[in-house]
């Protein structure tokens, strides 16, 4: 039997591979989320032949291709950490789940391929081969994040092979693909994604709208990105809050004691009520200070108001995800739900004052709101790791059996995090350099008054 490492060098290995995860998470996010803009804005003009439109897909892609540069050797520190940090798991991905690591490869090809034509050649295509190639960079760009999403949620509800003397058998690489929450776990990424690439705009948008120091042509400009923002945003979140919930009945019916510790519920009961904040006492074995609705877990578990929902004392102590994936899941929830909120309030605000400037109160809501929205993915990601924990793989393999030998780690930790602050810090001056270097006013002088017809010259 494997020796187990000891807590401390597992606890930094951990560390080492959520930091790296964490960041490449951002870029990532963006990387899908900003393509569906541009794709948006790109269809829009199509419709309305407003040249503000492809304008916003022109600076959101220069942005993107930043974005990129970032994302591309961030997520190869990624994989090679995956292969030197857990080794022990990585041997049962190559037998079992390596299919959508193999076919991610043609996606990343797909996106990288368009985005090159987009980029240097629009201007020299027509209206729909534009549209065509800034869909399938889209495309591209989605399915990455969909076949990786599939290993993780293989992590969760392994499937497709099966365990004799040790030894994997019988690998069905179909079934471990399609494992029970592929489908919910895929589609939450992706429309979670591209909630955030709304709301990264949208933050932004109203930052250049607080400014003031700009032309009329250019308030409309940010105030048009702005509504179509919200629209997109809105709509995303909730479809992020529906799928949520179909996540939740997934929890129910393969990991019930990640839900059980998400929700802090530890007695097994019908009529189970849904904890909104408070604190886990592990001692006493209850949650301090939540507000309940009684029966909505249930409900929301089973969709009847009496389904039995397990308790975390129907475990084993030693199986219990970490506590504090109760906050991290009232976060993820509550940031949803304010974005829900405020889309909502936005959008009836700007239907009543149409020819008004937007109150100022309303633009510092909106403009912490990329920011929160990338913090509920954070969250939302640290949650379905921790709550596998102790599991790598879920009631399969744990965590300790699945790291390096190697000691030494903190080191690597300390360079890293000095390696990303250090990433984050330079893609925000370059993208400060360049949007500076090319104003609005500027690209104005190419496109007219943004209110008739024609095309628009790519850089």
């Known amino acids: 039997m494997k020796k187990v490492k000891p807590l401390e060098e597992l606890t930094i290995a951990r560390s080492l ?74 041997e049962i991905v190559g037998e079992v789940i390596a299919l959508p690591f193999q076919i991610e490869l043609f996606a990343f090809f797909l996106e990288a391929l368009f985005m090159s034509i987009y980029v240097y050649a629009a201007d020299r295509l027509s209206a729909a081969a534009r549209v065509i190639s800034v869909f ?50 895929a589609l939450h990424v992706l429309v979670s994604a591209f909630m955030t690439g709304a709301f990264a705009i949208a933050g932004l948008a109203a930052w250049r709208l607080l400014k003031g120091n700009q032309s009329r042509r250019e308030s409309a400009y940010h105030r048009k990105a702005l509504v179509l923002s919200l629209l997109v945003g809105g709509v995303m979140s909730l479809a992020t809050a529906w799928n949520g919930h179909v996540a939740g009945q997934v929890l129910y019916d393969h990991q019930p004691e990640k839900l059980a510790a998400a929700e802090g519920h530890f007695k097994t009961e019908a009529y189970a009520p849904l904890a909104i904040g408070g604190i886990v006492d592990p001692e006493k074995r209850e949650l301090v200070g939540a507000i309940k609705i009684p029966g909505m877990l249930s409900f929301l578990a089973d969709n009847r108001f009496d389904a039995v929902v ?68 954070e969250s939302g990601w640290v949650f379905t790791c921790s709550g596998r924990q102790p599991w790598t793989i879920y009631h399969y393999q744990r965590t300790s059996e699945a790291v390096t030998d190697a000691t030494g780690l903190g080191l690597y930790f300390v360079l890293f995090i000095g390696l990303y602050l250090l990433l984050l810090v330079g893609t925000a001056i370059v993208m400060r350099s360049y949007f500076r270097r090319h104003p609005l006013s500027e690209a104005f002088a190419t496109t007219g008054n943004g209110l008739g017809k024609g095309e628009v010259k790519h850089e």
């Open 17 to 90: 591979f959520g930091s790296s995860l964490a960041f490449h998470i951002i870029f990532a996010t963006l990387g899908v989320g900003l393509p569906f803009m541009i794709l948006v804005a790109e269809v829009v003009y199509q419709i309305t032949k407003d040249r503000d439109y492809p304008l916003m897909a022109k600076r959101w892609t220069k942005a993107q291709a930043i974005l990129l540069g970032v994302a591309i050797p961030s997520g190869t520190i990624v994989a090679v950490q995956l292969s030197l940090l857990w080794p022990r798991f990585m």
């Open 136 to 185: 399938l960079v889209a495309l591209g760009g989605s399915a990455s994040a969909v076949l990786i999403t599939a290993a993780n949620a293989w992590m969760n509800t392994p499937t497709g092979f099966e365990v004799s003397g040790g030894e994997i058998t019988d690998v069905r690489p179909l079934d471990a693909f399609l494992n029970p929450s592929f489908a919910s776990a």
């Open 310 to 377: 397990k308790g975390l004392n129907e475990f084993p102590e030693e199986n219990w995800p970490p506590f504090y994936v109760h906050t991290l899941f009232n976060l993820m929830v509550f940031i949803g739900s304010w974005l829900i909120l405020l889309s909502i309030l936005a959008w009836v605000v700007h239907w009543r004052r149409r020819e008004k400037p937007l109150p100022r109160w309303l633009l510092w809501l909106l403009v912490p709101s990329g920011v929160l929205s990338l913090l509920g993915i």
